[in-house]
Nanobody, 115 residues
């Protein structure tokens, strides 16, 4: 059973930066896709960014140019660098890993952008 543990969330002012980390209990090299999702109160969970094993990355329109997803296969960790944060980025951020037929989720980390 794979475990994903997120960290790095917190309170930050608008315009600030945070880096989220997702540490996996095993090798992430074999995951077809890893990604970050977020869910704000009253909203559905939405894709923020994802990274394929082939090196392709995709971003939601709302974060493109501000967020960067990256994989560190040697340390079995997925990152999300978030810059120029806005209040509307406030949400619980979840790490996801997909290796058919299994889909894994972390417990989430809260990101709050407020002055």
């Amino acid at each position: 059973q794979v475990q994903l543990v997120e960290s790095g969330g917190g309170l930050v002012q608008p315009g600030g930066s945070l880096r989220l980390s997702c540490a996996a209990s095993g090798s992430i090299f074999s995951f077809n896709v890893m990604g970050w999702y977020r869910q704000a109160p009253g909203n559905q969970r939405e894709l923020v960014a994802r990274s394929t094993s082939g090196g392709t990355t995709n971003y939601a329109d709302s974060v493109r140019g501000r967020f960067t997803i990256s994989r560190d296969n040697a340390n079995n960790t997925l990152y999300l660098q978030m810059n120029s944060l806005k209040p509307e980025d406030t949400a619980v951020y979840y790490c996801n890993a997909w290796r058919p037929p299994n889909n894994y989720w972390g417990q989430g980390t809260q990101v709050t952008v407020s002055s």
